[in-house]
């Protein structure tokens, strides 16, 4: 496991989630507006907005707020209109970091991530320096004690995925981009329910962190997770599992 992975693992175990239940829904608010805005409110022929009311219903988030959200996107009310931008830099020990944004203003936003960055040893970097390191893949996440493993890798390869990886207390499908949505579905008919089903950014190399600099990545992670601007933040780091125990 290595960076953004391994940040999701830590986060669940330390139930940050609930801890930070107003900042997860105010991110989860701006990605279904903009889903809604950019692709229509039907759930059914937007796929990028089925995902989020997916990932919206998985926080916890009232059916309500959902519906509001994505009525103020297709128009339904005062509307902001948020803008993605993806920005690029380096962490700790040279670690890789894209981080995807939505704002309504950037000049906020890139103040904000220089701050965040700069104080924990990284900076950002012009657009490309790291793209190129990461791919973007399709991730579908399982309670790993519920299913099959064996099963599971069958199952998921037969409905076109590309790996099964074993994550902490999760299996998680990797598909293409394009197949996630085919995957999940195929994966539900054969009775395997998913926790998650998201887009992420797989790193080709990892930076081994070890001492002050896990530390440092570890602290840069929080804070980005505590700006609202960032929706999503991917890095290459590796920190070993004894090490990101005792620093969470």
Not at 59 to 79: E, V
Request: glycine share 10%; net charge negative.
């Amino acid at each position: 496991m290595s960076g953004h992975s391994k940040w999701s693992t830590i986060k669940r175990k330390k139930g940050a989630l609930d801890a930070k239940r107003g900042k997860v829904f105010t991110k989860l608010i701006r990605e279904l507006q903009t889903a809604a805005r950019l692709g229509g409110g039907d759930i059914d022929s937007n796929p990028r907005l089925r995902l989020v009311v997916d990932k919206a219903k998985t926080a916890n988030m009232p059916k309500d707020n959902i519906q509001r959200a994505i009525q103020k996107g297709i128009g339904g009310g005062d509307q902001d209109n948020f803008e993605e931008i993806v920005y690029e830099g380096y962490g700790p020990g040279g670690t890789a970091i894209l981080i995807e944004t939505l704002s309504d203003n950037k000049n906020r936003t890139v103040g904000d991530l220089r701050y965040a960055l700069s104080k924990h040893g990284g900076n950002l970097g012009a657009s490309g320096c790291v793209a190129f390191l990461f791919e973007r893949k399709g991730i579908i996440g399982f309670d790993r004690v519920a299913v099959d493993g064996d099963a599971l890798l069958e199952a998921a390869l037969e409905a076109g995925a590309l790996d099964v990886v074993d994550n902490g207390d999760r299996s998680e499908v990797l598909t293409a981009p394009t197949e996630l949505h085919a995957v999940r579905d195929a994966l539900a008919e054969k009775g395997f329910t998913a926790l998650s089903a998201e887009f992420t950014q797989q790193p080709s190399t990892t930076v081994k962190l070890s001492g002050k600099d896990a530390e440092l990545m570890l602290k840069l992670a929080e804070s980005l997770e505590d700006l609202d601007d960032v929706q999503e933040f991917y890095a290459n780091f590796d920190i070993s599992e004894e090490e990101m125990e005792s620093l969470a």
